[in-house]
């Protein structure tokens, strides 16, 4: 161990900015995280296994889901790193938007293709019941709706480097405006003659917002004056939004809840963006000095050449453990109802399992990330046709 900390502390380039490598890496840790320890499952009479939250038995755990809600943090470290990349690039703005859709998008076919093969396999090779493989499908595909989206602002980088020449951190306002309005139309005193589909108007400028941050923050149009505001007034009205206007306090969606915050983004959402945002840049330099200790910098910047692995499979591996476990019956922190504080203490003592099963997963899965060049057209296309195959049935 103590060779590859030294291996990788080598090859790291004296202008690697570490503080973002370690901002990312936290982001990505916290989404894993999150789903294995907001997450439950039950077991039906007939062996299935169905989502269950222990949000539903746990109100008082919704200040976990405001410490585990990270994205904030990852678009704005993304908005940052893309400028940068997109200041240096050598070709057109296209092909630039090409490579990085390219790599977000190879990891996400690899994990639906497997899933395509895996599930007949499963159903009919092992018997697992038909509601445990659409339960594994909601779930794989739970982190990937965040994988499109940000393909979807990766593609917009060239407007946001723009509006921030011309704006500089303001040009996050109009975003965060949008978000109040859409907010105001759906809960507000016109709420019942909304029509329904308006909340989808918040996904795009709800996760925008803290990207556009970054690229701000990556040309050097937003310092420790905006970050201050950020932070404050971030804090403020994450404070007031579900005290005075009844926004919902859990990040996360709560069965049976009739509201949710994160699906579309809500203006809480953004108001924690930008706290997180603000704190994120004023640490920057303390973050950046700690990283300077090699054992801490190694596995930073392993998470970060995993990252959409992570992002990815870590659904996978917490089923890994479950589905099997659903064969046993009730296995305390696995296929028993999250709704005992017996629960909560199973569960963490699951997260090393499910912690190794992704590393496991993550040492075959890593070469979707890899760029195919050697892969073939017809493999190509087959991957493709059983990833189409999976988003049926998983959208079904």
């Known amino acids: 161990m103590k060779a590859v900390i030294e291996k990788i502390e080598a090859r790291t380039p004296a202008h690697r900015d570490r503080a973002i490598d370690g901002l990312r890496a936290l982001a990505l840790l916290a989404v894993p995280t999150g789903h294995w320890l907001l997450g439950g499952f039950t077991v039906s009479g007939d062996g ?5 939250s222990p949000l539903s038995a746990f109100g008082g755990f919704a200040p976990v889901s405001w410490v ?4 904030g943090i990852f678009f704005l470290v993304g908005g940052y790193a893309s400028v940068l990349s997109y200041n240096r690039r050598t070709g057109p703005a296209s092909s630039w938007i090409k490579s990085r859709l390219a790599r977000l998008g190879r990891p996400v076919l690899g994990v639906t293709a497997v899933w395509a093969v895996l599930l ?3 159903h009919h090779g092992l018997g697992v019941p038909a509601d445990t493989l659409r339960t594994a499908s909601t779930l794989v595909v739970q982190p990937l709706w965040f994988v499109g989206v940000y393909a979807v602002v990766t593609a917009l980088t060239p407007y946001c480097v723009r509006a921030a020449h011309r704006l500089g951190a303001w040009a996050a306002a109009p975003l965060l405006g949008t978000v109040a309005v859409v907010d105001f139309l759906r809960y507000g005193p016109y709420a019942e003659a909304m029509p329904g589909w308006l909340s989808v108007v918040n996904i795009l400028p709800g996760w925008m917002f803290a990207y556009q941050l970054g690229v701000a923050w990556g040309l050097g149009r937003l310092g420790r004056r905006h970050a201050w505001a950020l932070l404050v007034g971030g804090a403020v009205l994450f404070a007031a939004l579900p005290a005075v206007f009844g926004y919902p306090a859990s990040m996360v969606g709560v069965p049976g809840e009739a509201r949710t915050n994160s699906h579309p983004p809500s203006l809480l959402v953004l108001a924690l963006a930008a706290a997180q945002s603000g704190a994120a840049i004023l640490l920057r330099n303390r973050i950046a000095k700690a990283l ?13 050449l995993s990252a959409m692995t992570i992002l990815c499979w870590h659904q996978t591996a917490m ?4 589905i099997p476990a659903s064969f046993a019956g009730a296995v305390p922190g696995l296929t028993t109802a999250p709704d005992t504080l017996g629960w909560v203490l199973a569960r963490l003592a699951w997260l090393p399992l499910f912690a190794g099963l992704l590393v496991l997963i993550g040492r075959y899965a890593r070469g979707f990330e890899s760029p195919w060049a050697n892969t073939g057209t017809a ?3 087959t991957a493709g046709v059983l990833a189409a195959g999976f988003a049926v049935f998983a959208l079904a």
Request: hydrophobic letters at 70%.
């Open 48 to 52: 299935a296994i169905h989502n269950a």
């Open 68 to 71: 585990l809600q990270m994205l």
């Open 319 to 322: 089923l890994a453990a479950a």
């Open 120 to 122: 007949p396999l499963l």
């Open 379 to 381: 493999l190509r296309a």
């Open 292 to 304: 300077r200790w090699p054992a801490l910098w190694a596995p930073v910047v392993v998470i970060n």
